[in-house]
Each structure stands twice: as structure tokens, then as C-alpha cells.
């Protein structure tokens, strides 16, 4: 099964970290991509709503939460409880932010 995991957290938390803590968080986004499962930062959001009327694009995010969307991952895993366990020590789940796990359908 797949799962999409979304890494909300803010660059500040993570600064905030020692350079020996982060170098220890990224070796589990490393064993994430080792086990050949996409991992990544992501940029700035376009947003698209093809409401009514002609097609509108913006660069605020469309969802607002407590921090930032920093990052995502797709995991395979034979059920959630594995992806908890996988995610648990990834830098965003550890740098006072959050991973949300979607099941892919």
C-alpha cells in the first residue's frame, strides 16, 4: 500500500536544532529514499480554482495550518502503523512540526 505523508513544520524550529541533531534526522529522510520511496522539500504553492468563470492562480497557500508545508513523501508500507514508525523520527515529525499520513487510494 502507498501512503502520502505531508511534513508541515517551520524553518525556524528546525535552525533552531543543533547541526548534530538535523545531520541525525536527515539519515532517516536517507533511509526513507534508500528504501526507494519519493522524498522531498517542496517550494512555494500556485494555487489553481477553475470555479466559475476564467482559470485563477495564486501563491498563497490554499490550506492555512500551524506551520508551513515544508515537505512531502510517498511511502510504501504494508499498513499505517509501519508509516508511523517509519515517519516517527523524520525532521519534521521531531522539529516541533507534523507528518499527516493519506492513505493513497
Known amino acids: 500500500m502507498r501512503f502520502l505523508c505531508l511534513a508541515y513544520g517551520a524553518e525556524q524550529d528546525w535552525l533552531d536544532l543543533t547541526e548534530d541533531r ?3 534526522l536527515l539519515v532517516r529522510d536517507r ?3 534508500e528504501r526507494g520511496d519519493l522524498v522531498s522539500a517542496v ?4 494555487v489553481v480554482r477553475a470555479w ?3 482559470v485563477v492562480t495564486t501563491t498563497e497557500p490554499y490550506a ?3 506551520a508551513p508545508l515544508a515537505g512531502f513523501s510517498v511511502i ?3 499498513d499505517l502503523e ?7 523520527g523524520t525532521p519534521c515529525a521531531v522539529a516541533r512540526g507534523a507528518i499527516e499520513i493519506h492513505p493513497l487510494l
Request: hydrophobic letters at 40%.
Open 52 to 54: 466559475e468563470g476564467p
Open 43 to 46: 517550494g512555494p504553492p500556485t
Open 64 to 66: 492555512v495550518g500551524t
Open 76 to 78: 510504501e508500507a504494508d
Open 22 to 24: 538535523r545531520h541525525e
Open 82 to 88: 509501519e508509516v508511523v514508525r517509519l515517519v516517527a
Open 31 to 33: 533511509i526513507l529514499i
